[in-house]
């Protein structure tokens, strides 16, 4: 594989099986949900999640998803330095 091809399987075949095998709720119980809700609406319940609630619990699951991203990037840009290392090469 060359090229696009190469870049193309590290995004979908490695980045893609990271982030499939990343399970949202093993790190947070439905319990520590209920609670942030709980805590975000204090003494009024609400129909919908509070905005803070929501953010704090989204930016746990982003930040798990930081490493496999940046280690994704670093692969592709190894990818395109020796795609244009062998097109400088006649």
Request: glycine residues 6%; aromatic residues 6%.
């Amino acid at each position: 594989m060359r090229g696009g091809a190469r870049v193309s399987y590290i995004l979908d075949t490695l980045f893609g099986t990271t982030i499939r095998s990343v399970d949202p709720f093993d790190t947070t119980a439905d319990r520590d949900i209920c609670m942030a809700i709980s805590n975000a609406n204090g003494h009024q319940q609400s129909l919908f999640v509070p905005e803070q609630c929501f953010h704090g619990l989204v930016k746990r699951q982003i930040a798990r998803l930081e490493r496999p991203a940046l280690e994704t990037v670093e692969a592709i840009g190894a990818e395109m330095n020796r795609m244009a290392v062998s097109e400088c090469i006649f």
